[in-house]
């Protein structure tokens, strides 16, 4: 087992919710590569975790494009020479469009499986490969940790373009965690079963305005650090989050 | 309640195993309209309706395309001119790649969203305006049907593509079934959890070569056909079928 | 194969509901035997079978005292003697009891498996010997049918002893599937997610009073009997029914 | 909130797997309960407990018996005078029969439900009153954790017995979920899927002999600590574990 200091994390899809939480928690241990497509995401981030002692730089990636992660991933090679990644985190939200469906454009309905389905793809092809070479060395099981929804679990009216590109996701990190849990990859699926605690959320009257009836993401984030140290005798690849009010 | 004689039904997705049942059994009620990219997979089974005195008509339609379905769904109405549409089957199988993730390409990983997801989609906006111009008269409730996996249920090690096709297909389904039913159409999700019987597979040593150990696509058709004739005050949304000796 | 009526079914748990519905199916091939601790409970459908020329003969029964189970099936050995068992249906709704778990007495609780766990056992116990002895000849493969409800897959606030008892049956079902469906009988498991259409829920204001807003109890009779049906290429195990305006 | 000196915890079905780590883990803390129907099952951690500088009690009671319950919890109230409850473990086992169905007694079917269905719900009477007590004060949300398995989820042949208590418990731990979360209390169940690393299985060829192919007890603690430290925002209901080499 090396020093963490020669590993580093990386997380796709920074926002002020989640993504900056997980990056922030991470980055007390490993430096962080921050991605998201428009700079303004990770920017700030950035700043945060340097000003507080550690290491982070961002790429505008577009993970839908497999030409946009495969520059990034080049670039992320040369700036981290020597370092191997101990978690990468798919935490990509995309397009949330609510519509009937005999409204809804074919782009609009492609845009859930563009971002949660080829995005993850993307990622998955990008980072498994460096993941692998980190098994026998990573204080901790390299992981390979994945966002999902209420809507990984089920369709709902309206939702069919989010539902089908969560469903796909989830397909996917389960076809990863069979394929690449016996190698030492810890792949894990957390289902978040409720709305975010952050600034774009603030005004919602979610459960009835009741106190911490909004998820958290440093919570989240203690989640995914909590799943990324388990040890390879077990692995957790599913567990869900919602906060105490929630209708389940 | 309208004689069935002024109905339609569609098959998308016809071959020699699951959509020609379905044709054929449909196909003694309602006239059958059979869609397959290749014209080599409905002609025969065109002829074979209409020997014994049903009528079919097949296109040849990539339900990927969105142009193609819509170029369809105009001659469609032309040719069915006056008839309402009472079931529409979505049997799309879909290219089935197998590989280990790491030698996936992406356009093998969007094969199966391709046609399970888009083409679904495709699909379901061609027939629902017509599925729900048919609530008032139909013989029976309208009716959705879609062919499932077991991997529409759980992704496997190697088969992430047609995992998150099936997924995806799933969650829309389910979208579906929750916006539309209570509209009067019938969305209905078959798991079909085994092999069909069909020449194709006749040589696979499935379930140690056990006589039924395979699945008879006639009875599939049974089944849909079975769904098709539930009356609204019971529909079901899902239901799996897999062989006496399959594991589960 | 043997003529029908050589066969008799057997249903435990009638009452004005399903109970009734399926045995007046069942009726229409097959003898039916019919179980209910209370007489009342299918005096009356014995007559009504009889009148429309079928037989029917009922027992008193308590499905949840093994000895009761026991003396049952030995009378119906004797009335029914060179008969053998095509189909067994499990419908024993058991206590419904609503409550706050710390208000909730052990009895109260237990009642739910009392039923649905301990009573399927003792039903199951009496009816595989049966079922087993006829898969040679029996006119469908012989069926052990259940019915489940939505509390069969998931446990909710103050309903904890009929979720404890439905989620007991559903296991047990799941195990008997995927034991005795190779040695050719088939299990299934019908989720019941609505309400019944029947005399005490006629002005129960279910879905808003929504035409067909209830489950039609002949429709369900339909089910079961297409599943009794299937032939052994193709077993249910697992199906829904719920009414089209019901939200799932 | 308080000093975590205030507090204590329990663990039920303690011996020298799960409930002796989790015992371990928790008594860092808080002062540990310990419920075995065989003193000899609590006896060696009690003073292993103690030898490391903890607390340490522990009572002789059968879960699946109501006045053994309440005999113990007279005891605890009195040997604790003062102190409050913050985490109660229900991880008890219970019968591990397996046999064909048809030569399962009704006893041998009874005894999971016994321990996981009664069991649980003595074990859930008796501690939830006090957990709500603590909601106010304790230094985490207070919490029902409950140790589930592979038959929590499905049940397999032979397994009825096991099975269908672990369903139960999984029936009532969500509808505990429900009830108690938006109360304060958090409710977690953890599907142990594997075999549990321990000396009775030892030489027991899991997963081919690979290292670490059966789980870690320890780990196990580690996650029911984690969920017990889990804010109210983002309660966990359910997650799985798993061994990396495990098939699912």
Same mark, same amino acid.
Not at 135 to 141: C, I, K, R, T, Y
């Given at each position: 087992m090396a020093a963490a200091s020669n590993f580093f994390s990386i997380v796709a899809g920074? =926002?002020? =919710?989640t993504g900056r939480s997980v990056a922030l928690k991470f980055a007390k241990v490993y430096p962080v590569v921050l991605l998201a497509r428009n700079p303004a995401h990770y920017e700030s981030i950035v700043k945060e975790i340097k000003e507080s002692g550690g290491q982070a730089i961002g790429f505008s990636t577009d993970v839908a494009s497999q030409s946009s992660v495969k520059d990034a991933f080049a670039q992320i090679q040369k700036e981290l020479k020597g370092k191997k990644l101990a978690a990468a985190i798919f935490n990509v939200g995309g397009a949330f469009v609510r519509k009937p469906f005999l409204e809804l454009s074919l782009d609009e309905y492609e845009a859930g499986y563009n971002t949660n389905g080829k995005g993850f793809y993307n990622f998955a092809q990008a980072t498994l490969p460096l993941l692998l070479e980190s098994?026998? $060395? $990573? *204080?901790? *099981?390299p992981s390979l940790i994945i966002t999902g929804a209420t809507a990984s679990m089920r369709g709902s009216a309206t939702m069919s373009s989010f539902a089908s590109g969560k469903f796909a996701l989830r397909a996917t990190g389960q076809s990863l965690a069979r394929e690449f849990g016996p190698k030492g990859v810890h792949v894990a699926h957390v289902v978040v079963d409720g709305v975010i605690d952050m600034p774009k959320t603030? +005004?919602? *009257?979610?459960? =009835?305005?009741? *106190? +911490? =009836?909004k998820i958290s993401s440093a919570a989240i984030a203690d989640s995914y650090w909590y799943l990324h140290t388990q040890p390879r005798s077990h692995f957790t690849h599913e567990m869900d989050c919602r906060p105490y009010v929630e209708k389940f």
């Open positions: 920074v =926002g002020p =919710g098994v026998e $060395s $990573s *204080p901790h *099981p603030k +005004d919602w *009257p979610i459960n =009835g305005g009741a *106190p +911490d =009836g």
